[in-house]
C-alpha cells in the first residue's frame, strides 16, 4: 500500500495554505512539519481526526478538516511456510 492515511488531510492543508497563508514566513515548513507529526501519529480505530489551521489563533482563521479512522481488514489470512 503506497498511499498513507494522512494524504488526504496534508492535500487539504496544502492547498488552504497556498490559497490563504503565502504570506506567513515559513508556511512550507507548516506543511511539512504536520505531515511529520501525523506519520509518528498513533490512531485507532472509530477515531476522529481534526486538523485545524496552524494560523487559527493569530487571524482567526477557522479552516479545518476532519477525518473518521475506520481500521478494516480484509482477506487476512495467516500462511505457514514451512
Given at each position: 500500500m503506497s498511499d498513507v492515511w494522512y494524504k488526504p488531510f496534508m492535500a487539504a492543508l496544502r492547498e488552504?495554505?497556498?490559497q490563504n497563508h503565502t504570506d506567513?514566513?515559513?508556511y512550507w515548513d507548516e506543511i511539512r512539519m504536520?505531515?511529520?507529526e501525523y506519520a509518528y501519529m498513533e490512531v485507532g480505530d472509530d477515531e476522529k481526526i481534526t486538523l485545524r489551521c496552524p494560523w487559527?489563533?493569530?487571524c482567526?482563521?477557522?479552516w479545518e478538516i476532519e477525518?473518521?479512522?475506520v481500521i478494516s481488514l480484509r482477506?487476512?489470512?495467516v500462511v505457514n511456510h514451512g
Open positions: 488552504h495554505i497556498e506567513q514566513e515559513y504536520t505531515s511529520e487559527r489563533e493569530h482567526s482563521c477557522d477525518g473518521h479512522i482477506n487476512f489470512k
